[in-house]
């Protein structure tokens, strides 16, 4: 064999390990990669305006402060020490100076709010579901239900790696669950966030979402998934020894593939639980507040 021929062949295996490693990141597209700078690639229309935010306005506003700093700082070190100066100066007061540096950072405060009170508003402001899921955080997993799709419900936990192994099943450590949640793409999708008993915390920072699963409490948020994929997230919230164990694991897929799931998680998962009657004597305080805090609100 010739040795241009072997150089022909060895390309070709690299173009097709390349590709073969581009379609395998496209698909896990929450994964986190060794050696990675910056946010996660977003996936949402909130995602890329937090991605914006952060390269465009605040990290370029951290680096010229940081360099101002520290500009002051080798001015200080060099022009006025003892050595040069050995009568130190008792100017106290500057004018002009204390000016500066009190109206400069407001300026830059200013410049911060303006895209920061948009980018509030835009996650607040929940456009027209359509599709609404909720999760409820627990030490230490978590629960989903579909109450647009049939009222099922199903819990999500972290895989471990004895189960891996017992599975014959490659995971990524800390991030896997054994039952993910599917969601399309292309749809309003409103999420309400609740918990049985600490504060959680549901994040998937792809999303561009992060907000508290409360006691007694539903908060509401929303996004928009771009491109189907998986995509992982973890509590953020300190809830207990095992804050670090209960992932999100978010499987987007096309309309058509989420409605055959559907059918199929019909009939594999549990109609969720009504609310105790009221006349039923609770056994405690608390567990009033349970019931009324993982009531299924219906959509709009």
């Known amino acids: 064999m010739s040795l241009k021929r072997v150089f022909a062949l060895a390309a070709g295996a690299a173009g097709a390990m390349f590709w073969a490693g581009a379609a395998l990141a496209q698909e896990v597209i929450g994964q986190p990669q060794p050696g990675e700078i910056g946010l996660q690639p977003p996936a949402t229309s ?20 940081a360099a101002f700093v520290m500009v002051l700082l080798l001015i200080v070190i060099f022009r006025f ?12 007061h500057n004018t002009t100076i204390e000016i500066l540096w009190t109206g400069i950072p407001v300026l830059i405060l200013v410049l911060i709010a303006i895209p920061s ?3 509030l508003y835009n996650q607040l402001d929940i456009p027209k579901p ?32 004895e189960e891996a192994v017992a599975k014959e099943k490659n995971v990524i450590r800390l991030l896997d669950t054994d039952e993910e949640v599917v969601l399309p793409i292309h749809k309003n999708i ?6 049985e008993d ?14 508290d699963a409360v006691p007694g409490r539903i908060n509401e948020s929303w996004f928009n998934i771009d491109k189907p994929g998986i995509y992982y997230g973890q509590c953020s919230e300190l809830c207990g020894i095992q804050h670090a164990y209960m992932p999100i694991k978010v499987h987007a897929v096309t309309p058509e593939e989420f409605d055959a799931w559907v059918k199929q998680a019909q009939g594999k998962y549990d109609k969720a639980q009504e609310p105790a009657a009221s006349n039923a004597a609770p056994a405690s305080a608390a567990s009033s507040q349970l019931a009324s805090a993982t009531q299924v609100q219906p959509a709009n």
Do not use: C
């Not at 409820?136 to 895989?159: E, L």
């Open 190 to 195: 409103r999420i309400q966030i609740t918990s």
């Open 117 to 119: 009170f948009r980018l």
């Open 46 to 65: 909130l995602a890329v305006e937090l991605d914006r935010m952060h390269n465009y306005i605040l990290t370029p506003i951290i680096f010229f402060i």
């Open 81 to 92: 020490n003892a050595k040069r100066n050995p009568v130190p100066s008792k100017v106290t």
């Open 130 to 161: 359509d599709l609404t899921i909720k999760a409820i955080g627990h030490q230490w997993y978590w629960s989903y239900v579909y109450p647009d799709n049939g009222d099922f419900t199903f819990d999500a936990r972290m895989v471990t790696a």
């Open 198 to 211: 600490v504060i959680h915390s549901w994040t998937i920072p792809s999303f561009g979402i992060k907000h």
